[in-house]
């Protein structure tokens, strides 16, 4: 197998620049208005300003080949992301991810890390010693392409195909 590079796109950015505009509106409403206070409309700005950058988070999620590692990245804001020696991967296998896990990055430190933007299908990797700043021995990779992105990674690692 050759080099793997996927890109997948996810819609919840769209949700936040609605809030994020939304916001700004009822800023511009309240300092028009003149009987509010400037703590409020900056508070209700700030919290506009950070749904943005939480868009600019969960754009898309790139997986990509390094040679020596797997790179999981969020983007076009790219604050949040992973990467992955193939040698510290004991195990690879498919499995769903439900509402409960959520999209974006997040886990539970020394269990698991979950890195997804849209979608429940996912690719998730045994550790063979804890991972990263989570500390995880599970991270789980939402994707869109499973097939590829699990036939890709078993070969790297030199498992043989999972069974159904």
């Keep these: 197998m050759g080099d793997y590079e996927h890109r997948q796109y996810g819609s919840w950015w769209v949700m936040f620049v609605v809030l994020a505009l939304g916001l700004f509106g009822l800023t ?3 300092i028009a208005s003149e009987g509010i206070k400037l703590h409020v409309t900056l508070v ?11 868009a600019a988070m969960l754009g898309y999620l790139d997986v990509r ?5 797997l ?7 790219a604050l949040f992301g992973t990467a992955i020696r193939y040698e510290d991967i004991e195990s690879v296998g498919p499995t769903r991810t439900t509402m409960l ?3 974006g990055v997040h886990g539970l430190p020394g269990l698991f890390l979950v890195l997804n933007v849209w979608g429940f299908d996912a690719v998730q990797l045994r550790m063979r010693r804890r991972h990263g700043i989570w500390f995880a021995k599970t991270v789980i990779i939402g994707t ?5 992105l699990l036939a890709f990674l ?10 159904p």
């Design 144 to 148: 869109d392409d499973l097939d590829e």
């Design 28 to 30: 511009a409403t309240l």
């Design 71 to 77: 790179s999981v990245r969020l983007g076009p804001l």
């Design 44 to 54: 209700l700005a700030g919290t506009g300003a950070c749904f943005l950058i939480v």
């Design 101 to 103: 896990y959520g999209f």
């Design 154 to 163: 078993q070969d790297k690692i030199g498992q043989g195909p999972t069974e």
């Design 65 to 69: 080949d390094k040679g020596d590692r």
